[in-house]
């Protein structure tokens, strides 16, 4: 039987094969989660309200009794419901759409691929509208409801591309065009309320932003976000397969068809949620690919957790730059990763040789 990985592995040049191995991959990823974890640490402290070290390290030990003076009610409502779910869930997002990003541009074998090719943003948006232009309010409704419309999207999408997911020029097509649709249904809905108010709500979601996220989504997130990681990370062989074409990963017994369509509902889904609760949030899921393969290599293996790390890490400081920069005034995040994701990109087309 053939062995994709290998197959796949002796067919890369050496000089593009970079893979970090043995101790050195390990080193290389205990680093980057080690890098995670720090972002996390000082971002804690990062905010209009001045947060101690001392402070979350008081609170972790009061969740979990020891003996320790506990904070103030509401200084510790401030950092551990307010300021803590939001900066995992910018962990979290980042890394979401940074392995849907790299899934993407493997199975299209399209270097432009980001999560929101598939239209997931576009239904997202509209059940987002409807819920605020229905007078529902804001918050947990309306997460839910660009979570409903995320998934009507997804459906449509695998009603269109139901014999296996369909070829990558064909989900690339349907998934611009469903996305076109909804974003219309979104401006006519909109400009059919003629509520200021609700339009600037909806403007401010749409460029994305973490001021809501609150512990019970952010448990959400983290279960499909880890959950979906490990799916993709355990297609990694079939992803590098699929890097050469599909008929190339069909000759190296790779099941296209299934693999495909396994992928594309788990990337659909961790868009969907991590969209629900923050918005969209662009770039992340179309620069961090590329960046990670300059550390990682080319091969998934390694891709798919450098990309993650990558994405968490961007997240974490565009979000705490975006809650700063203007305080009390807060910027929409996606604001900051279109700031610095263009001359980023600009920057790894340029180390290329594309620019």
């Not at 997460?143 to 997804?154: H, K, Y």
């Not at 969209?275 to 393969?293: D, K, S, Y």
């Amino acid at each position: 039987m053939l062995d994709p990985a290998a197959d796949l592995a002796s067919s890369i040049p050496a000089e593009i094969a970079r893979l970090p191995r043995g101790l050195g991959g390990v080193a290389l990823t205990l680093l980057g989660v080690g890098a995670v974890l720090l972002s996390m640490v000082l971002a804690v402290q990062i905010g209009v309200a001045e947060v101690q070290f001392s402070d979350l390290l008081r609170i972790v030990a009061t969740r979990l009794g020891i003996d320790v003076e506990p904070l103030g009610r509401m200084r510790e409502s401030l950092i551990w419901d307010l300021r803590v779910p939001r900066i995992l869930a910018a962990a979290l997002v980042g890394a979401a759409l940074a392995i849907c990003g790299a899934v993407l541009q493997a199975m299209t074998g399209n270097a432009l691929a980001d999560p929101y090719l598939l239209g997931i943003s576009g239904g997202a948006s509209t059940g987002a509208v409807f819920v605020v232009i229905l007078g529902f309010g804001g918050g947990t409704l309306l997460s839910t409801g660009a979570f409903i419309g995320a998934m009507v999207v997804l459906a449509i999408l695998l009603l269109l591309l139901r014999k296996g997911g369909g070829t990558p020029l064909k989900l690339v097509l349907t998934g611009v065009i469903i996305g076109q649709f909804f974003s219309a249904v979104t401006s006519l809905v909109v400009m059919a309320a003629g509520d200021a108010e609700a339009t600037r709500g909806i403007t401010y979601w749409l460029l994305g932003s973490l001021a809501t996220a609150r512990w019970t989504p952010v448990l959400l997130l983290s279960i499909l976000t880890i959950g979906g990681g490990l799916v993709v990370w355990a297609h990694a062989h079939v992803l590098d397969a699929m890097s050469f074409g599909s008929d190339t990963a069909q000759t190296m017994g790779v099941n296209v068809s299934r693999s495909r369509l396994i992928l594309l509902v788990v990337c659909a889904l961790m868009t969907a949620v991590a969209v629900a609760m923050v918005g969209a949030i662009g770039f992340v899921g179309l620069i961090i690919p590329h960046a990670a393969r300059l550390i990682s290599g080319p091969l998934h293996v390694t891709l798919i957790p450098f990309s993650a790390l990558l994405g968490a890490i961007l997240l974490i400081w565009t979000d705490a730059l975006a809650r700063t920069i203007l305080a009390p005034q807060e910027i929409p995040v996606g604001v900051f990763t279109a700031l610095i994701g263009v001359p980023l990109f600009l920057l790894l087309l340029r180390r290329r040789g594309d620019l």
